[in-house]
C-alpha cells in the first residue's frame, strides 16, 4: 500500500512537473529572446499594449498591433527589423490572414473588419479620430497608408457592435470573429453596448452577410460569457471561442465547435479548462494560448485532450502569438509592451486551401 502510495506521489509531481516546465516542443535550452519595446507616444493612450500577431503565409513576416498606439507592425524575418506598416490603424486589434494573402484586422475604434493590402498603398485623406481628447488628434491633409477596404461596417441589425476584438479566417474564406463589449477610451464619449448579447459573427465567403454564429455565449456555469481569443483548426471542421470568465482552473474556459454546412456551429463542448486570449496552433495537435494564469507566460495545451503538456514563461503577460518566419518554426509573443520569440522544434499549423 505504501509503496503505491509513493509511486501515486511521484506520477502527481511528474505531472506537475511536466505542466509547468518547457513544453516538448521546446528544446530545454531555448529561451525567449525580446526582440523590441514598443515606445509610448505622444498620442499613446495610456502604455502600449501589443497584440494581434499573425503571420504573412508569402513572407513569414509577422505583423502586430501596437493598439493604444494606433499602429499595425511589421516584424521583417529578412533582417530582423521593426516598421510601422499602418499609422493610423482604425485602433486596431486581433487580426489573421486570408486565403488570399490578405491582412484582416479588427479594426476596434469604430468596430469594423478591415481587409488590408501588404503590398499597395493610396494616399487618403487622414483619418479623423472618433475622439480627439486621446490618442490621435487627426491632421489635416493626406496620408499614404496601406489600401484597405471595410468589409463589415461595425453593426448588426442595425445597432454597433460591442467591439471586435479577434477574428479568424476560415479555409472557405468564410471569417468568424468574437465581439465582446471592454469600454475603449477612443470610443466617442458616454458610448454603450448596443448588442443584447455578447457572441460570435460570422462573415460570409464573399464577404456580404453578417450573422451570428451563436445566439448567446455563455460559461459552464450559465453566465453570459465574453468571447475572446478564436482559431480554427487547419481542416476548417473545428472552431475554438475562448473566454476569460468561467470557473475553469485556468482563469477561463474554451469551448470547441463543430463547423457545419454554410458555416453552422453545433456540438458545443469544453475544451480546456483554460482561457485564453489570441491563440494559435503547432502542426503536432497543440494549442499555444495567452491565459490568464498566475504566472506570466504561454501555456501550451494537447488539443487532442485539452490538457496542460507546458509552460513557457514571458517576462510580460502575452496578448497573442503566432508562429512565424519562413518554416513557421520561431514562435512570436506579443506581451504588454514587448515583442518577444522563442525557437520551437515544431512548425505553425497550415490552413486547408
Given at each position: 500500500?505504501?509503496?503505491?502510495?509513493?509511486?501515486?506521489?511521484?506520477?502527481?509531481?511528474?505531472?506537475?512537473?511536466?505542466?509547468?516546465?518547457?513544453?516538448?516542443?521546446?528544446?530545454?535550452?531555448?529561451?525567449?529572446?525580446?526582440?523590441?519595446?514598443?515606445?509610448?507616444?505622444?498620442?499613446?493612450?495610456?502604455?502600449?499594449?501589443?497584440?494581434?500577431?499573425?503571420?504573412?503565409?508569402?513572407?513569414?513576416?509577422?505583423?502586430?498591433?501596437?493598439?493604444?498606439s494606433n499602429k499595425i507592425l511589421k516584424?521583417?524575418?529578412?533582417?530582423?527589423?521593426?516598421?510601422?506598416?499602418?499609422?493610423?490603424?482604425?485602433?486596431?486589434?486581433?487580426?489573421?490572414?486570408?486565403?488570399?494573402?490578405?491582412?484582416?484586422?479588427?479594426?476596434?475604434?469604430?468596430?469594423?473588419?478591415?481587409?488590408?493590402?501588404?503590398?499597395?498603398?493610396?494616399?487618403?485623406?487622414?483619418?479623423?479620430?472618433?475622439?480627439?481628447?486621446?490618442?490621435?488628434?487627426?491632421?489635416?491633409?493626406?496620408?499614404?497608408?496601406?489600401?484597405?477596404?471595410?468589409?463589415?461596417d461595425g453593426k448588426y441589425n442595425g445597432?454597433?457592435?460591442?467591439?471586435?476584438?479577434?477574428?479568424?479566417?476560415?479555409?472557405?474564406?468564410?471569417?468568424?470573429?468574437?465581439?465582446?463589449?471592454?469600454?475603449?477610451?477612443?470610443?466617442?464619449?458616454?458610448?454603450?453596448?448596443?448588442?443584447?448579447?455578447?457572441?460570435?459573427?460570422?462573415?460570409?465567403?464573399?464577404?456580404?452577410?453578417?450573422?451570428?454564429?451563436?445566439?448567446?455565449?455563455?460559461?459552464s456555469d450559465g453566465k453570459a460569457g465574453?468571447?475572446?481569443?478564436?482559431?480554427?483548426?487547419?481542416?476548417?471542421?473545428?472552431?475554438?471561442?475562448?473566454?476569460?470568465?468561467?470557473?475553469?482552473?485556468?482563469?477561463?474556459?474554451?469551448?470547441?465547435?463543430?463547423?457545419?454546412?454554410?458555416?453552422?456551429?453545433?456540438?458545443?463542448?469544453?475544451?480546456?479548462?483554460?482561457?485564453?486570449?489570441?491563440?494559435?496552433?503547432?502542426?503536432?495537435?497543440?494549442?499555444?494560448?495567452?491565459?490568464?494564469?498566475?504566472?506570466?507566460?504561454?501555456?501550451?495545451?494537447?488539443?487532442?485532450?485539452?490538457?496542460?503538456?507546458?509552460?513557457?514563461?514571458?517576462?510580460?503577460?502575452?496578448?497573442?502569438?503566432?508562429?512565424?518566419?519562413?518554416?513557421?518554426?520561431?514562435?512570436?509573443?506579443?506581451?504588454?509592451?514587448?515583442?518577444?520569440?522563442?525557437?520551437?522544434?515544431?512548425?505553425?499549423?497550415?490552413?486547408?486551401?
Amino acid at each position: 500500500m505504501r509503496s503505491t502510495f509513493i509511486a501515486c506521489l511521484v506520477a502527481l509531481a511528474h505531472g506537475a512537473a511536466a505542466q509547468s516546465g518547457l513544453p516538448p516542443t521546446v528544446d530545454s535550452s531555448a529561451k525567449v529572446t525580446k526582440l523590441a519595446t514598443l515606445p509610448r507616444e505622444s498620442y499613446t493612450v495610456d502604455q502600449p499594449f501589443t497584440e494581434g500577431a499573425c503571420r504573412d503565409p508569402a513572407t513569414g513576416d509577422v505583423y502586430f498591433v501596437d493598439q493604444n498606439s494606433n499602429k499595425i507592425l511589421k516584424w521583417s524575418v529578412a533582417d530582423s527589423k521593426l516598421s510601422v506598416f499602418m499609422h493610423p490603424a482604425g485602433y486596431s486589434n486581433g487580426m489573421t490572414f486570408d486565403k488570399y494573402g490578405k491582412l484582416i484586422a479588427c479594426a476596434d475604434e469604430r468596430n469594423q473588419l478591415w481587409e488590408i493590402s501588404t503590398n499597395v498603398t493610396k494616399s487618403v485623406p487622414y483619418p479623423q479620430p472618433l475622439n480627439p481628447s486621446v490618442g490621435d488628434k487627426g491632421k489635416s491633409g493626406n496620408v499614404v497608408l496601406p489600401e484597405y477596404s471595410v468589409i463589415m461596417d461595425g453593426k448588426y441589425n442595425g445597432k454597433l457592435l460591442g467591439g471586435p476584438n479577434d477574428v479568424w479566417a476560415m479555409p472557405d474564406n468564410s471569417l468568424y470573429f468574437t465581439d465582446p463589449y471592454w469600454s475603449r477610451k477612443w470610443w466617442a464619449s458616454g458610448r454603450q453596448n448596443q448588442q443584447d448579447v455578447n457572441t460570435v459573427y460570422r462573415v460570409s465567403p464573399d464577404r456580404k452577410t453578417l450573422t451570428r454564429a451563436l445566439a448567446t455565449f455563455l460559461t459552464s456555469d450559465g453566465k453570459a460569457g465574453s468571447p475572446n481569443g478564436i482559431i480554427g483548426s487547419p481542416d476548417g471542421k473545428t472552431l475554438y471561442v475562448a473566454a476569460f470568465q468561467g470557473p475553469g482552473s485556468g482563469g477561463g474556459e474554451t469551448y470547441a465547435y463543430d463547423v457545419g454546412t454554410n458555416g453552422v456551429l453545433s456540438n458545443r463542448r469544453m475544451w480546456a479548462q483554460f482561457g485564453s486570449d489570441g491563440m494559435t496552433m503547432d502542426n503536432q495537435g497543440n494549442m499555444y494560448m495567452c491565459a490568464p494564469v498566475s504566472r506570466t507566460g504561454v501555456t501550451v495545451v494537447s488539443i487532442a485532450t485539452g490538457k496542460q503538456v507546458g509552460f513557457i514563461p514571458v517576462p510580460e503577460q502575452p496578448a497573442n502569438l503566432a508562429f512565424g518566419g519562413v518554416d513557421q518554426s520561431t514562435l512570436y509573443i506579443t506581451a504588454k509592451t514587448g515583442f518577444y520569440s522563442i525557437p520551437t522544434k515544431v512548425k505553425g499549423a497550415h490552413l486547408v486551401k
